[in-house]
């Protein structure tokens, strides 16, 4: 079975700018979470999501904003970008109780 | 609020065992997680414990919860090179309905061949 996909793998961008990042989840799984690792850090979380619903949200401002769409892939926006959202940003997948992981998108912010 | 402590490092010699600690301070949660990061790549879930069992084994992992403490730990027997990584440790945010995961700063693991 695929794991969690997430694309692009990396992303530059300059302040100011706007990024949005996908997540593709296990087949069969309907929440989807996300979360910003900064260099150094464990993985703070952002949304998550229950079939198309927002479940959650973390301490992060009004410019993050995300959706999940009836297949259960989702995606997360940032709009304004300060450098200090340069980070690893994780999706995770989730049956339950377990979350499952992608590979996180790269974003650097100059 | 909610908080979770790890120790930053730990070195070991191949063939040892390790044990990477954690300690939390949210008594609702109910489920709790190690993960493993590799360099440049996402978080691998390795195990996990619910709040009412003290003691999980998965092959050469073995998880141990003291709930009164709030303190976990995660011990990995026959530490391999290839165990080299750091080590995240996660509670749910047992008062909230989300999946929200509180997750500590992590622990590098080093293993000398």
């Known amino acids: 079975d695929a794991g969690v996909t997430q694309s692009p793998t990396h992303l530059i961008k300059t302040r100011g700018q706007h990024v949005t990042l996908r997540c593709s989840p296990i087949?069969?799984?309907?929440?989807v979470s996300w979360y910003q690792q900064v260099l150094g850090q464990g993985p703070q979380f952002i949304f998550q999501y229950y079939e198309k619903e927002e479940r959650g949200r973390g301490n992060f401002p009004d410019r993050f904003s995300a959706r999940q769409f009836p297949n259960y892939s989702s995606e997360l926006n940032v709009n304004a970008l300060l450098l200090g959202d340069s980070a690893l940003y994780l999706c995770a997948s989730s049956p339950t109780y377990e979350q499952f992981f992608g590979p996180g998108t790269r974003l650097t912010v100059l | 609020g909610e908080d979770v402590e790890q120790s930053l490092f730990l070195s070991v010699r191949e063939g040892d065992s390790s044990v990477i600690n954690c300690t939390y301070t949210?008594?609702?949660?109910?489920?709790l997680y190690w993960y493993k990061q590799e360099p440049g790549a996402g978080l691998q879930l390795l195990t996990y414990?619910?709040?009412?069992?003290d003691m999980k084994q998965d092959q050469r992992l073995t998880v141990l919860l003291n709930k009164k403490d709030k303190h976990l730990s995660l011990r990995i027997a026959d530490t391999q090179t290839g165990d080299s990584a750091i080590y995240f440790c996660a509670v749910n945010h047992g008062s909230s309905n989300t999946g929200k995961l509180i997750f500590g700063q992590g622990t590098t693991l080093q293993v000398k061949p």
């Open positions: 414990i619910f709040s009412n069992m």
């Open positions: 949210d008594s609702s949660s109910t489920y």
């Open positions: 087949s069969g799984h309907k929440s």
